[in-house]
């Protein structure tokens, strides 16, 4: 069987070197965003799955830990890599190497029975946030059937509140459903209530919209003064 995982070239991050790991064959995501950089789902889920080839791609990863070296390793994968059935033995794999691990999430599962506990494993959980209004996440994030932005928001506030490691919050700016005065008022609130350790606001960078989407940079510069702490 063939390991499915894929990687980044290592990179320097605040002096310190990052391994970004893909832990999924293809996309499998609970959101189906426009915008997504990965292109449409064909596996909208939000159970665990499995994957045939774990084995050698956790393997395969101890040697690429060995000749990379890396200080630290980023689980950012073609989707929601919590949904991976085996995320638990990779991070657990990669800890017993001495590394810590960052996981990046949309952040809507994080509080769930069957993830809590895997994500608390995590020394860094990302969770974020792109659209605002209950219309918008559902025509442009398309999420699974039911999701709700409220309890998007909710989910994220209440694993934080019991996270002990470090919860990174990331905002995308997007032009004409986020960029206003009374969003970004709505986003500051956000942040409140979730209170992450660390708060990231990134434009979108997907070059099918950027068009479309790309905030300018000076109102972008204003956005980011206005919500950062
Ligand atoms: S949450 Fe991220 S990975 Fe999932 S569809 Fe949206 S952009 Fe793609």
């Given amino acids: 069987m063939k390991s499915y995982f894929s990687y980044k070239d290592a990179y ?4 310190k070197k990052i391994l970004e790991i893909n832990i999924l064959p293809e996309k499998y995501c609970n959101f189906d965003c426009v915008f997504c950089p990965i292109g449409r789902s064909k596996n909208k889920i939000d159970t665990p799955i499995s994957f045939e080839g774990t084995e050698e791609s956790i393997a395969e990863l101890g040697k690429v830990i060995e000749n990379t070296k890396p200080e630290l390793v980023f689980i950012n994968s073609k989707g929601e890599a919590l949904v991976n059935d085996r995320v638990e033995e ?10 810590p691990v960052r996981l990046l999430s949309n952040g809507y599962i994080l509080a769930r029975d069957e993830y809590i506990n895997i994500a608390n494993k995590c020394d860094e959980i990302i969770g974020e946030i792109k659209m605002i209004t209950e219309e918008d996440f559902k025509k442009i994030q398309r999420p699974i059937e039911g999701y709700t932005l409220d309890e998007y928001i909710s989910n994220m506030v209440s694993f934080n509140k019991q996270y002990n490691g470090k919860f990174i919050f ?3 700016i997007v032009k004409g459903y986020n960029d206003d005065e009374k969003s970004v008022k709505k986003l500051k609130d ?8 660390k708060l990231v606001v990134v434009r979108i960078d997907d070059e099918r919209v950027k068009k ?18």
């Fill in 12 to 15: 320097i991050e605040d002096g």
């Fill in 90 to 99: 990779v991070v657990n794999f990669i800890k017993s190497k001495g590394l």
């Fill in 170 to 172: 990331e905002i995308t």
């Fill in 190 to 197: 956000i942040v409140k209530t979730i209170s992450p350790d």
């Fill in 212 to 229: 479309t989407m790309w905030v300018s940079d000076e109102r972008f510069e204003e956005i980011e003064k206005t919500l950062m702490p």
